[in-house]
Every structure is written in structure tokens, then in C-alpha cells.
């Protein structure tokens, strides 16, 4: 089954900088793969995804990268705000009939103003 | 418009005690339907997911079962709590190539 890894598990970054997420995942048939924000006690909420057709996807200061051939992914958020401040989790989802949705463990960013 | 309800939002429950956990969807059909577990700080952990009525495939061996008894109904259960079944319970769905969108949780304490 798919296996997908995270790093770093802790992320603190001042407010201005960039941040960067990195995952790999295992199954070379996973074709989709959502990145989801989940702010304390609440549940996760998707903030982009990428298809394994596309390279690279941007929304204003998020932005997706994908490389098929190492298998693996990366979020990056520019100019972050104390807002962007939460757990961020990536996940790979595979072609086969049954959809399953796998998460890498978490990524806590800390934006210090 | 597709939405998601879990409930209770909250639960305290004695060891060895029976768990019930309910989640529907409504304004889809035939969606694939998941059980994830939060422990505290840490990341999502699949436990259970549906294709359709009956069909559940376990992720991980538990005291825990799920069933799905509607096409829009998915129950988590179990006969007998134990301390490390605590957590933070997501129910969630989706379609096959999409993303998923989660309930809004269950946040359990074993006492």
C-alpha cells in the first residue's frame, strides 16, 4: 500500500519568510495529492492539490510542486502570516477503484511575528 | 450542496464501556466514506474505509469495527473501550479522484 513521509515535523519560520514542506510517497500509480491545513481542534481543510499530470500549481501564496519520478512533493507558502500558523499535512491517493486517501504525519509551522 | 455530520462533538467514556460513532453525508451518493484517528499531536491514522454498503476494508487491527449500513451512513464501533482508543475520531468522504472533506470530528476521552 501507499506509504507517504513528511518532513520536517516542526517548521518555525519568522513572519515574512517562506516555508517549505516536503513529502515522498511509495505507489507510483498515486495520481492526486492534496495538502490540508488543520488549525488547533478543528478538522483539516484543503488548501491545494496537485494531479499527476501537472508539474506545479500556484494559488496566491501557496504553491504545489510535484516530480513523478522521485516520487515526491512539496508545499510552499511565501511571505507567511502568524495566520498561517497550524499543522499542515500532505497525502497521496492512489488509481485503483478504491480512492484510499494516505497522510503523511503533520508538519506543525510556528510563524513568529 | 454536499455536507458532513458527525456527532457528539465531545464524548467521555469508561474503560470497557461500548462506543457508537455516527456519520452521514448528505447531497451525494455511492461516496467513499472514512474513519481516521488523531491521537494528540500526531497525524491522521486511516482506520476504516468504504466503498459501498457493506464493503468496509480495515486498515488497522483494533478493537474498533466500522459498518455501513446506508449508502450515506458510516458507524465506528466498539464492544469495549480501552485507554489508548482516546483520540480525536474524523469521519470524511470523498469521491475516487478527489479530495476529502472531513466531519468535524469527535474528540473521545477514555477514562
Known amino acids: 500500500g501507499e506509504n507517504v513521509e513528511q518532513h520536517p515535523s516542526t517548521l518555525s519560520v519568522q513572519e515574512g519568510d517562506s516555508a517549505v514542506i516536503k513529502c515522498t510517497y511509495s505507489d507510483s500509480a498515486s495520481n492526486y495529492f492534496p495538502w490540508y491545513k488543520q488549525e488547533l481542534g478543528k478538522r483539516p481543510q484543503l488548501i491545494i492539490d496537485i494531479r499527476s499530470n501537472v508539474g506545479e500549481k500556484k494559488d496566491q501564496r501557496i504553491a504545489v510542486t510535484l516530480n513523478k519520478t522521485a516520487k515526491h512533493f512539496s508545499l510552499h507558502i511565501t511571505e507567511t502570516q502568524p495566520e498561517d500558523s497550524a499543522v499542515y499535512f500532505c497525502a497521496a491517493k492512489g488509481a485503483d477503484s478504491w480512492g484510499k486517501l494516505q497522510f503523511g504525519a503533520g508538519t506543525q509551522v510556528v510563524v513568529t511575528p | 450542496s454536499q455536507t458532513i455530520h458527525q456527532w457528539p462533538a465531545t464524548l467521555v467514556q469508561p474503560v470497557g464501556s461500548p462506543l457508537s460513532l455516527e456519520c452521514t453525508v448528505e447531497?451525494?451518493?455511492?461516496?467513499?466514506l472514512y474513519w481516521y484517528r488523531q491521537a494528540a499531536g500526531r497525524g491522521l491514522q486511516l482506520l476504516f474505509y468504504?466503498?459501498?454498503?457493506?464493503?468496509i476494508s480495515s486498515e488497522v487491527p483494533q478493537n474498533l469495527s466500522a459498518s455501513r449500513p446506508q449508502d450515506r451512513q458510516f458507524i465506528l464501533s466498539s464492544k469495549k473501550l480501552l485507554l489508548s482508543d482516546s483520540g480525536f475520531y474524523l469521519c470524511?468522504?470523498?469521491?475516487?479522484?478527489?479530495?476529502?472533506?472531513f466531519g468535524q470530528g469527535t474528540r473521545l476521552t477514555v477514562v
Open positions: 447531497g451525494t451518493s455511492n461516496p467513499n
Open positions: 468504504s466503498v459501498g454498503i457493506g464493503q
Open positions: 470524511a468522504w470523498s469521491y475516487r479522484n478527489t479530495e476529502a472533506f
